[in-house]
């Protein structure tokens, strides 16, 4: 008995040291990359970065602009979700206006954390080698160490995403009512980073309902929390958009725009770079933002309504541009880096999906993380497909990769726990 306590002791320490050596590794990386950045803004930065101006100097959430068309110049809006304009603000009022460097620097911790995430959420699909190696390729990731130089939602939003999953994971295997709640409150702070995520909610609370092994009360319950969670923390926003703009606002009310810009029916496939063949209409001039917001909504349905072949069309270019390893507008060089690191993952992760669905039996957190990529995959045939609009599943493609990389590994005769246990590592 007294050996046993001082293996299992042994291995949790093992445990702690592999997560510090992943996290310092990830983050010394994610360092030296920003510190060769330049001290300027590139793409959408410019955007947050002038909500956070607004921001610091006591205005509220205001852009001076006209936001996706739809906020108003100068006048609280509800375009943006605030946190990471939020998190920007904050950075600049302790380490000082502008201080790029100091934000990058901040959004290298947080995407440390992701790959921590992402080593216990395959510690917890599968054992422990298959969690090293998953943590230990997502420390070097080149996307998801590349966002970090770039002052947009992505690495916080991801952060918030891995959370989640990983929060959900524990709940099913735990019935923590601690991990339901925590697993609502990221998903509400989630789509405060980035709206898009709200609709996963239902799928979240089936795919709970079936993992969880206990009575339907329990089951009820534990939904619940999760549902309460994220209320929590979705709340004070909502409430402060009922403020600004008498209307229940969830989260953003920029959904018409990109709605109405992604399914325009313009010729160009380049779904990202159409500003130029997308008719902006004009609105009266005493239009709200609620008003614009739903006026584009109207012309997407329309669009939408009157251009169904080539909707479809549309559908199935963003669905392989979703799935598209090379990069549109880069250098080749960063396109053959993009097939072998998400290429190689992707193909690695499907190795396992295809023999687990003929028998029917993917394990309840590789089929959460399946869910959470299916759904962004057909998010992408309504919007967007691209690096940018995979990022945020990448991490998960990741962990299921692993299993498929150790798996073939094994069925080769190279044996994982062995030497696991040579490094101070036991096997779950």
Same mark, same amino acid.
């Given at each position: 008995?007294?050996?046993? #306590?001082?293996?299992?002791?042994?291995?949790?320490?093992?445990?702690?040291?592999?997560?510090?050596?992943?996290?310092?590794?990830?983050? $010394?990386?994610?360092?030296?990359?920003?510190?060769?950045?330049?001290?300027?803004?590139?793409?959408?930065?410019?955007?947050?970065?002038?909500?956070?101006?607004?921001?610091?100097?006591?205005?509220?959430?205001?852009?001076?602009?006209?936001? @996706?068309?739809?906020?108003?110049?100068? %006048?609280?809006?509800?375009?943006?979700?605030?946190?990471?304009?939020?998190?920007?603000?904050?950075?600049?009022?302790?380490?000082?206006?502008?201080?790029?460097?100091?934000?990058?620097?901040?959004?290298?911790?947080?995407?440390?954390?992701? $790959?921590?995430?992402?080593?216990?959420?395959? +510690?917890?699909?599968?054992?422990?080698?298959?969690?090293?190696?998953?943590?230990?390729?997502?420390?070097?990731?080149?996307?998801?160490?590349?966002?970090?130089? *770039?002052?947009?939602?992505?690495?916080?939003?991801?952060?918030?995403?891995?959370?989640?999953?990983?929060?959900?994971?524990?709940?099913?295997?735990?019935?923590?009512?601690?991990?339901?709640?925590?697993?609502? $409150? +990221?998903?509400?702070?989630?789509?405060?980073?980035?709206?898009?995520?709200?609709?996963?909610?239902?799928?979240?609370?089936? @795919?709970?309902?079936?993992?969880?092994?206990?009575?339907?009360?329990?089951?009820?319950?534990?939904?619940?929390?999760?549902?309460?969670?994220?209320?929590?923390?979705?709340?004070?926003?909502?409430? %402060?958009?009922?403020?600004?703009?008498?209307?229940?606002?969830?989260?953003?009310?920029?959904?018409?725009?990109?709605? *109405?810009?992604?399914?325009? =029916?313009?010729?160009? +496939?380049?779904?990202?770079?159409?500003?130029?063949?997308?008719?902006?209409?004009?609105?009266?001039?005493?239009?709200?933002?609620?008003? %614009?917001?739903?006026?584009?909504?109207?012309?997407?349905? #329309?669009?939408? %309504?009157?251009?169904?072949?080539?909707?479809?069309?549309?559908?199935?270019? #963003?669905?392989?541009?979703? @799935? &598209? =390893?090379?990069?549109?507008?880069?250098?080749?060089?960063?396109?053959?880096? &993009?097939?072998?690191?998400?290429?190689?993952?992707?193909?690695?992760?499907?190795?396992?999906?295809?023999?687990?669905?003929?028998?029917?039996?993917?394990?309840?957190?590789?089929?959460?993380?399946?869910?959470?990529?299916?759904? *962004?995959?057909?998010?992408?045939?309504?919007?967007?497909?691209?690096?940018?609009?995979?990022?945020?599943?990448?991490?998960?493609?990741?962990?299921?990769?692993?299993?498929?990389? $150790?798996?073939?590994?094994?069925?080769?005769?190279?044996?994982?726990?062995?030497?696991?246990?040579?490094?101070?590592?036991?096997?779950?």
């Amino acid at each position: 008995m007294v050996i046993a #306590k001082l293996i299992s002791s042994i291995a949790c320490l093992a445990a702690r040291r592999q997560v510090i050596v992943l996290f310092c590794a990830a983050a $010394v990386i994610r360092l030296a990359y920003v510190a060769t950045l330049p001290s300027s803004l590139r793409f959408d930065e410019a955007y947050y970065q002038d909500m956070a101006d607004h921001l610091l100097a006591g205005d509220g959430f205001t852009f001076s602009f006209s936001a @996706w068309h739809t906020g108003l110049p100068c %006048r609280p809006t509800s375009v943006q979700e605030p946190l990471f304009p939020m998190l920007l603000a904050g950075v600049y009022h302790v380490f000082g206006i502008h201080n790029y460097l100091a934000a990058r620097v901040v959004q290298c911790i947080i995407s440390s954390f992701t $790959v921590i995430c992402v080593y216990a959420i395959s +510690l917890l699909a599968f054992d422990r080698p298959k969690a090293l190696l998953a943590g230990s390729f997502a420390a070097i990731y080149p996307p998801l160490v590349f966002f970090n130089g *770039y002052l947009m939602t992505e690495t916080l939003y991801i952060a918030f995403l891995a959370g989640m999953i990983l929060f959900a994971a524990l709940t099913a295997n735990s019935q923590s009512r601690l991990s339901a709640c925590a697993t609502g $409150v +990221l998903f509400g702070l989630a789509c405060l980073t980035r709206g898009l995520i709200q609709a996963f909610l239902p799928g979240l609370l089936v @795919w709970l309902w079936l993992a969880l092994r206990c009575q339907w009360r329990v089951r009820i319950g534990t939904c619940l929390l999760v549902m309460i969670g994220g209320v929590l923390a979705i709340a004070p926003w909502t409430i %402060r958009n009922y403020a600004v703009h008498k209307a229940f606002i969830p989260v953003t009310t920029k959904g018409g725009w990109v709605l *109405y810009f992604y399914t325009y =029916p313009a010729p160009n +496939l380049n779904f990202n770079d159409r500003w130029d063949e997308i008719r902006i209409p004009s609105m009266p001039s005493s239009y709200t933002e609620i008003q %614009r917001n739903q006026e584009f909504t109207r012309l997407a349905m #329309k669009n939408i %309504r009157n251009n169904p072949r080539l909707m479809v069309r549309f559908a199935v270019a #963003k669905l392989a541009d979703f @799935w &598209n =390893p090379l990069l549109k507008g880069w250098h080749p060089v960063l396109s053959l880096l &993009n097939i072998c690191t998400f290429g190689i993952a992707t193909a690695f992760a499907a190795s396992r999906l295809i023999p687990a669905l003929r028998l029917r039996q993917v394990a309840p957190i590789p089929l959460l993380l399946w869910l959470i990529i299916g759904y *962004y995959a057909a998010m992408a045939t309504l919007f967007t497909g691209g690096g940018k609009a995979r990022l945020p599943v990448e991490p998960f493609l990741i962990v299921l990769a692993s299993d498929g990389v $150790v798996a073939l590994l094994r069925k080769s005769g190279w044996r994982c726990n062995s030497l696991s246990r040579h490094a101070g590592v036991g096997s779950q």
